[in-house]
């Protein structure tokens, strides 16, 4: 389906979680990582969106994608 997000490569067992806000902050998302590293936002409108991904240590790394 379209609108999939997937966390893949070296580090990628390293984030525990994921999550999805819109540019006013809203959650529209979240998902532990354990074992179906993947989220959609097809039922989301285009947009601007946050992916933060929490890291096993603490870290947080933040993307910023455009969802058409």
Known sequence: GY???FIHGNDAE???S???TDLSGRLVSSV???G???ITLEHQP???YFVN???TDG???TRKILYQ
Do not use: H, N, T
Request: net charge positive.
């Open 53 to 55: 991904l929490r890291m």
């Open 46 to 48: 285009s947009g601007v």
């Open 32 to 34: 532990q990582l354990d």
């Open 14 to 16: 390293k984030f525990i």
């Open 59 to 61: 870290a947080v790394v």
């Open 18 to 20: 994921l999550e999805v």
């Open 3 to 5: 609108g999939l997000i």
């Open 36 to 38: 179906s590293p993947r």
